[in-house]
């Protein structure tokens, strides 16, 4: 889908009102304009204002380069090397503005560079252009709509505003290029699908399948930031489907699919995606850490019983060797962050002692800094797999209810399992010289 000439929308025409839009967005689109700068309000921000909804994010995109935009600002810093960008800083609120970009050529320049891979990804793209080369290299039409902070006017140059009236995510460009050129592109697909309740247009979610594997190219701290706007965007378990329809998952999380689809696995991944889902309506916290838990949760088990099959280790040394195999594994896929992993193996820990409440174990285990994570997770286990997991879970529930008393008296119930008895032999007298 080429892009065609400009449509503009008067400021009467249109929807999108300054009122709705941040403070710090405003000051630094007017600074840009009274500094002779082009300075438009772009992407999601502006689609997500057309439809009624409240922006995450602002961005700017801008005719000066980043480092004229950072002489304008003194703060604002200048980020990444793929993709040139200024950070305008005010406190926690970063107004993220990018360059116009320009279509690449054989020449290069010291402000205009660019490279891509054999298979077409980009791997730098630091070149300049005018706002009509700027929407063609977006990536949906929905994201390449312009409010000009000069007249309030709004541009359009991809028919982004009838996308937006039909509900239809559609790529700009052939798909197969456009992807080769950014993997993350069919990621985002699904993301704004779900999450603007949009269909994906037929010749854009056509290459999605057989491109998949294209996501093994993209570093893994990259995919764990995408991987978080997938899940924790309020609409977790329905971008999760969606992904799993265009085989995406597989390339996220390879250890939890290696031998496909298991129904007791993805019970569980479902239940903790809906309950994740719930506590961000409701305001609640949430950490990305009990998501991924759940996910690499059987793999866990799976590969603790292998290990005890081949090794004959004990069995908390042989949870302990899975762990850390699964983690190390999956890390390279997608780069969860230690602090994360950390909890993970809390919440994983703790599954395997809470069955151990005899003498001091149950107030050690209750009084560990990730019991309630833990206890959580418990519960999504045993309405996954019922049996004695939930005679454990109401057990747990009970004893948190309990004052001292209770809980001294809940525990003294608990029979203490039986040790194995050392055996003594009596030690033979040494035999004496003659």
């Given at each position: 889908?080429?892009?065609?000439?400009?449509?503009s929308i008067h400021r009467s025409e249109h929807s999108i009102s300054r009122n709705d839009i941040s403070e710090n967005a405003l000051k630094v689109l007017y600074r840009l304009h009274k500094s002779g700068h082009k300075a438009?309000?772009?992407?999601?921000?502006?689609?997500?204002?057309?439809?009624?909804?409240?922006?995450?994010?602002f961005d700017i995109a801008t005719d000066a380069t980043p480092e004229q935009v950072k002489k304008l600002f003194r703060n604002c810093r200048l980020v990444g090397r793929r993709f040139r960008l200024a950070h305008i800083l005010f406190g926690r609120d970063i107004i993220e503005v990018a360059t116009l970009r320009g279509h690449h050529s054989d020449e290069e320049t010291e402000k205009n560079t660019s490279s891509q891979s054999q298979e077409g990804m980009l791997l730098r793209d630091n070149v300049y252009g005018s706002i009509e080369e700027d929407a063609e290299r977006r990536d949906f039409t929905v994201n390449a709509l312009y409010y000009d902070i000069a007249d309030f006017s709004l541009r359009d140059f991809c028919h982004g505003l009838d996308d937006l009236e039909c509900r239809r995510i559609e790529l700009i460009?052939?798909?197969?290029?456009?992807?080769?050129?950014?993997?993350?592109?069919?990621?985002?697909?699904?993301r704004f699908a779900v999450?603007?309740?949009?269909?994906?247009?037929?010749?854009?979610k056509a290459p999605?399948?057989?491109?998949?594997?294209?996501?093994?190219?993209?570093?893994?701290?990259?995919?764990?930031?995408?991987?978080?706007?997938?899940?924790?965007?309020?609409?977790?378990?329905?971008?999760?489907?969606m992904l799993q329809q265009y085989q995406l998952l597989q390339q996220l999380y390879p250890v939890s699919f290696v031998n496909g689809d298991d129904p007791k696995s993805e019970a569980l991944i479902h239940a903790a995606l809906a309950n994740t889902d719930e506590r961000i309506k409701a305001d609640k916290r949430v950490t990305p850490a009990f998501l991924y838990a759940a996910i690499l949760w059987y793999p866990v088990e799976q590969k603790t019983q292998e290990i005890l099959t081949e090794s004959g280790l004990p069995f908390n040394d042989a949870f302990l060797m899975?762990?850390?195999?699964?983690?190390?594994?999956?890390?390279?896929?997608?780069?969860?962050?230690?602090?994360?992993?950390?909890?993970?193996?809390?919440?994983?820990?703790?599954?395997?002692?809470?069955?151990?409440?005899?003498?001091?174990?149950a107030y050690r285990i209750f009084h560990h800094p990730k019991f309630r994570a833990a206890y959580d997770f418990l519960q999504l286990r045993a309405d996954n797999e019922g049996g004695e997991l939930v005679e454990l879970f109401e057990w747990w529930t009970d004893f948190q209810e309990q004052d001292e008393d209770g809980k001294r008296s809940m525990v003294a119930k608990l029979s203490k399992p039986a040790t194995k008895k050392r055996r003594y032999y009596k030690k033979k007298p040494r035999p004496t010289s003659s």
């Open positions: 889908m080429p892009v065609t000439n400009s449509t438009y309000l772009v992407g999601g921000g502006v689609r997500d204002l057309l439809l009624g909804l409240k922006p995450k994010d460009g052939d798909p197969e290029t456009r992807y080769r050129e950014d993997p993350v592109r069919m990621l985002r697909a699904v999450k603007l309740q949009m269909e994906i247009s037929e010749r854009t999605i399948t057989k491109l998949a594997p294209l996501l093994k190219d993209i570093p893994p701290a990259r995919l764990f930031e995408e991987s978080l706007k997938l899940m924790l965007s309020g609409q977790g378990l329905a971008t999760y489907k899975a762990m850390n195999e699964v983690l190390d594994f999956q890390v390279k896929s997608v780069a969860i962050p230690k602090r994360f992993t950390s909890t993970m193996r809390d919440i994983w820990v703790l599954q395997t002692r809470m069955s151990k409440r005899y003498g001091k174990h």
